[in-house]
């Protein structure tokens, strides 16, 4: 998660053509190989164009749908208007409202990163955890971490040990979207209804996303500060996954994996393998939290300043 205001900041690369003439062996090969990588390329199969400032998508297999906060607003801002809305998976067409602050006892103000867990869904949401059921959208708890001075809590993720655990970036915005940092950069594990700081400190650079790598028995951040995803094991030191652009936001751990992470430096989505990152997806303005349809393959990106989701086909 991150300001509007960023994008005016963020430049645009332009790539430079070569003057040299080729051959026409040369020109079959580029023209090959220009076709293979857009074959190859991953496919947007639908759009979902009726949010309000969304923030994180997070997939359930269970009931093959969609979650997708909207933040509508300032997302420092208690202004109880946050909702989370569902899209059919099978379909990606308009969203249907599902929780809504405000309505059937729910209190939802900036809603950002999402987790499930059996039928709850976790939602950030600035200073508090809360926790819904996923069918009925029902609230459940909400686990308040203002004695903590939590400043933004961002992104939620289920750990190996089935607990809850949410990033705190740190950072606050102004009525006018400008950017700063009173907070403690951290990560809060959540065991039933208590919270405890599991990490803290410069080291974590602001984490925005976080993710659960189980076939390394791991969490992957994806920090908002500097060039670094990180690897995070409780109890132990962050260590280096690998380099980009920088200003990341969602992450997502594939099968095969494969680390997919959004950058709103370059709006693009990026893949991660064998220490290597290289853009996968480009032109989405605003990428936040990413989401990933394990059955179709299908990533999830919400274009923050949009209002709207993009929905991609890996190949």
């Not at 496919?43 to 400032?53: A, I, N, P, Y």
């Not at 903590?148 to 606050?172: P, R």
């Not at 936001?249 to 680390?259: C, F, K, N, P, Y």
Request: hydrophobic share 40%.
């Amino acid at each position: 998660m991150t300001r509007t205001t960023l994008l005016g900041a963020l430049a645009l690369g332009v790539v430079a053509c070569t003057t040299k003439e080729n051959t026409p062996a040369q020109d079959t090969t580029h023209r090959d190989t220009a076709a293979a990588q857009a074959a190859a390329a991953p496919q947007q199969v639908g759009e979902t164009s009726d949010l309000k400032t969304p923030e994180s998508v997070r997939y359930d297999a269970d009931l093959d749908v969609f979650f997708i906060s909207n933040v509508d607003g300032n997302p420092v801002q208690k202004d109880g208007n946050g909702a989370i809305r569902k899209v059919r998976a099978d379909s990606l067409g308009a969203s249907t409202a599902f929780i809504e602050g405000g309505k059937n006892g729910v209190t939802l103000n900036a809603p950002k990163g999402m987790a499930i867990k059996g039928d709850t869904l976790w939602v950030a949401d600035i200073d508090a955890v809360r926790a819904f059921n996923k069918r009925t959208g029902a609230p459940i708890a909400s686990i308040d971490l203002r004695p903590f001075k939590a400043t933004f809590l961002n992104d939620i993720a289920i750990g190996g040990d089935g607990d809850v655990y949410v990033t705190d970036t740190g950072i606050s915005f102004d009525a006018k979207g400008q950017i700063s940092h009173p907070g403690v950069n951290r990560i809060f594990k959540i065991v039933g209804k208590t919270a405890t700081e599991a990490a803290k400190g410069d080291s974590i650079a602001n984490p925005n996303g976080i993710t659960w790598d189980a076939a390394n028995n791991r969490f992957l951040i994806a920090t908002f500060a500097g060039n670094d995803v990180l690897a995070w094991t409780p109890g132990g030191a962050p260590t280096h996954v690998a380099a980009g652009p920088g200003q990341y936001d969602g992450i997502e751990v594939l099968g095969d994996g494969r680390i997919l992470v959004s950058s709103w430096a370059d709006s693009s989505v990026h893949v991660i393998q064998n220490g290597k990152m290289t853009k996968l997806i480009t032109g989405v303005p605003a990428p936040a939290d990413i989401g990933f349809d394990t059955k179709r393959n299908v990533v999830a990106v919400p274009e923050f300043t949009e209002n709207k989701a993009v929905f991609f086909k890996l190949q």
